[in-house]
């Protein structure tokens, strides 16, 4: 079977840092995808990573460890325009092409 | 271009009704898929395809049926309105599952 873990809420104060985690057991793995998804909005895409280590755009970073089947979005500098909810999704369980979400992780920002 | 459409916006659908949910894209991707979202929670894949002529279940099909008869159009038809259908649903497409997906603005649906 495939589960992916994220924590339902998580709440930050404007200009600091907060780290969402992910974890995944499938039983295949080709690829991570981080989205972002506003209030009644459709999701859009934040970041993608297929190997370990980091990947930094701008105030957002991902981190992959396919080894510990984890992942984590990190978000910098906070603002009020980064509440929202955060999906992770895995792509290629048994390499069918598949891409399956997480139940994502709502980031509550206080000013 | 237009990316992802999608049509309805919002449907009110009575029990045992069904109809169809559009979703065409001009952006020449090949992947397409279907999900719902339910309140507060996460996206469930329905179906997906991979190119016209393709198409194969997700995680929740049950009650559900695709067709992709051309690389723009992927609808998704609801045959017997049951209330547990009730949800949120957006198309996505990608270029290859290696890729972004880029969603449609969603259909809100409600079946009572």
């Known amino acids: 079977g495939q589960n992916i873990d994220q924590p339902t809420e998580m709440t930050a104060t404007e200009g600091a840092i907060v780290q969402i985690n992910c974890t995944y057991q499938?039983?295949?793995?080709?690829?991570l995808f981080w989205y972002q998804q506003h209030a009644g909005e459709a999701p859009t895409f934040l970041s993608y990573n297929v190997l370990d280590g980091l990947e930094e755009k701008g105030r957002f970073s991902s981190f992959l460890s396919r080894s510990k089947g984890y992942s984590y979005l990190l978000l910098k500098e906070l603002q009020m325009k980064d509440s929202a909810s955060y999906l992770c999704?895995?792509?290629?369980?048994?390499?069918?092409?598949?891409?399956?979400f997480g139940k994502g992780t709502r980031l509550h920002i206080l000013p | 271009n237009a990316g992802v459409t999608q049509t309805p916006k919002f449907r009110i659908l009575k029990i045992g009704q069904s109809m169809t949910l559009q979703c065409t894209q001009d952006m020449n991707h090949n992947y397409m898929y279907w999900y719902r979202q339910d309140p507060g929670m996460g996206l469930k894949l329905i179906y997906y395809?991979?190119?016209?002529?393709?198409?194969d279940k997700g995680e929740v099909p049950n009650g559900y049926n695709v067709s992709r008869s051309t690389t723009e159009d992927f609808p998704l038809r609801l045959e017997l309105a049951a209330p547990s259908q009730t949800s949120v649903y957006f198309c996505a497409g990608s270029g290859g599952s290696y890729n972004e997906q880029f969603f449609g603005p969603g259909t809100r649906l409600t079946v009572l």
């Open positions: 499938t039983s295949g793995f080709n690829g």
């Open positions: 395809s991979v190119g016209a002529g393709i198409t």
């Open positions: 999704a895995v792509r290629g369980v048994n390499r069918d092409d598949k891409i399956i």
